[in-house]
């Protein structure tokens, strides 16, 4: 039996319920520190705090719908309600999307504390496979907390699973999450975590990425000037020197089906399969439709996210990264046109356009408006797909985004430096990806080459705020103009359920 199954085994074995919000106790038998018997427990119940990264799919694109990369337009009575105020950013405390992030966000930290509290009040608190097993919980509460402080910025820090409904959390800033988030991912780089772990389990090098994701944002997070930039420099040297972690050459190989064990590139990620995991990537159900003579039968998705025309259009007509996208007319597998009836009932080949043909792409946009995202089908199909759920693994942290983040804060030290350029280019042209290296580095082709290489990976938003470009206007959106946006409310529930909680500026 190979490792992925192994691990996929353990996360269906472990189910239970917990909290879904930072003030309400989780409830679990398995996580109840009563229940821990045997070490082969505590396995068991790791797997159910990996478990709760099934919230990064909802990060992806649900936020990724703020952003110039994705939007989820109203296509008649299909997909209306939170998410275009999301696109517009007209959102407001209320909005459920919002809301939902806030939830999965505080399930990844209320399971991680009782895990951790079941450890600490376990007889195998000292023995070395349950103390990393420990670490590898810390690193994903660390990593919610990473997410909270970029999404919302003033949350409470809740370490503990005990609950007292008459102390309720009080509310921390974001500067002070900032301190706990490096606090933690620093202890956990320094030997904590292993250098090394098997598939699905995080190693020192993702607490090290961590911080390098923190520290590469900290002028946004402190609000002044980043002066972690030289830390940005060391740690990256550090992985790219030390790690095992190196570029695939192949880009489509980083999102196959069979992107799990071994793979050389992905740092960190959301475990998937079809067959078993809770943790699902549904990228596909987000965007396509009637594609099953293409895919097979379960590409019949909800056909609601796409690309928007200025984004594709940023892709080279040669760029293998290009293949990312579904668009223009589709045919079948067995090369036949894809006939469909459009939103006039009229029966024609499927086309998937770039440039929206709706007066009102935002609110009521045609159903075949809009290029559609494909990245984990690049190459077709792998495995025994059941279910909804893809069983290519979502890359969360990549060795390429290591590469580029070195080459921002370089770039950022010394503008016009020799290494940044040739990183960013390392990454733009692996395996002989027939594109033309770029001749220079500027802000604006460094965040557009994050663009084309992360896109649709959940990243688009932190990159977009840290150039200063998150208010400006694309297509089917007009410049917000309101630097309050940068951070999301706090949603009107928990306001409503915690006195001590205050709402961020602007709300």
């Known amino acids: 039996m190979n490792m992925k199954k192994i691990v996929i085994i353990l996360l269906l074995a472990f189910t239970f319920t917990y909290c879904t919000d930072l003030e309400i106790a989780p409830n679990s038998q398995l996580t109840d520190q009563t229940s821990y018997k045997s070490k082969g427990e505590f396995l068991n119940g790791l797997a159910g705090v990996y478990t709760t990264m099934g919230a990064w799919s909802e990060v992806v694109f ?4 703020s952003t110039d990369e994705l939007i989820f337009p109203a296509r008649g009575a299909d997909w209306k309600g939170d998410l275009q105020p999301m696109f517009s950013h007209t959102w407001l405390p209320t909005n459920g999307e919002i809301g939902g992030i806030y939830l999965g966000l505080s399930r990844m930290i209320a399971v991680s504390n009782t895990f951790i509290d079941a450890v600490d009040g376990s007889s195998f608190k000292d023995d070395s496979e349950i103390i990393v097993m420990r670490s590898e919980a810390r690193f994903v509460r660390a990593f919610a907390y990473f997410l909270m402080l970029d999404h919302f910025g003033n ?3 809740v370490k503990s699973s005990v609950y007292d409904p008459q102390n309720l959390p009080k509310q921390n800033s974001r ?22 772990n098997t598939y699905g389990r995080v190693d020192k090098y993702a607490a090290q990425t961590l911080l390098v994701k923190l520290y590469l944002n900290a002028g946004v997070y402190m609000a002044g000037a980043n002066t972690h ?4 420099v060391t740690l990256t040297s550090d992985i790219i020197t030390n790690s095992s972690y190196k570029l695939d050459p192949d880009f489509k190989q ?10 050389v590139e992905n740092i960190f990620t959301m475990v998937a399969d079809s067959r078993n995991t809770a943790a699902e990537n549904i990228s596909y159900l987000f965007s396509i439709t009637d594609l099953t003579a293409k895919y097979g039968s379960f590409a019949n998705g909800w056909g609601g996210a796409a690309t928007l025309p200025t984004f594709y259009k940023s892709f080279e007509a040669t760029d293998i990264r290009r293949d990312m996208w579904i668009a223009g007319p589709q045919v079948g597998a067995n090369g036949s046109p894809i006939l469909a009836k459009d939103d006039k009932g009229v029966t024609r080949q499927l086309d998937y356009v770039a440039d ?11 159903h075949w408006d809009g290029v559609r995202g494909g990245k984990y089908l690049m190459d077709g199909i792998g495995g ?19 590469l580029m983040m070195r080459a921002e804060a370089l770039h950022r030290q010394t503008p016009g430096i020799a290494e940044a350029l040739t990183l960013v280019n390392q990454v733009r042209n692996r395996g002989g990806n027939s594109i033309a290296p770029l001749t220079s580095l500027t802000d604006a082709n460094l965040l557009a080459e994050r663009g084309r290489e992360f896109a649709w990976e959940g990243w688009r938003r932190n990159d977009l705020i840290r150039f200063g470009k998150y208010n400006d206007a694309w297509d089917y959106k007009a410049a917000s103009g309101d630097d309050f946006r940068n951070l999301f409310p706090i949603p009107a529930a928990q306001i409503q359920s915690n006195p001590n909680l205050k709402q961020n500026t602007g709300y």
């Open 175 to 196: 500067a002070e999450l900032f301190q706990f988030v490096e606090s933690e991912a620093k202890e956990l780089s320094a030997g904590t975590l292993p250098a090394t």
């Open 229 to 232: 930039l030289a830390d940005v």
């Open 62 to 65: 649900k936020v990724g719908s």
């Open 384 to 402: 025994s797909m059941v279910a909804r759920s893809l069983n290519n693994d979502m890359p969360i942290f990549r060795f390429a985004d290591v």
């Open 155 to 157: 949350v409470p820090l």
């Open 254 to 263: 980083v999102f196959a089906w069979d992107n799990g064990v071994n793979n």
């Open 356 to 366: 929206f043909t709706a007066t009102d792409p935002v609110n009521n946009a045609d």
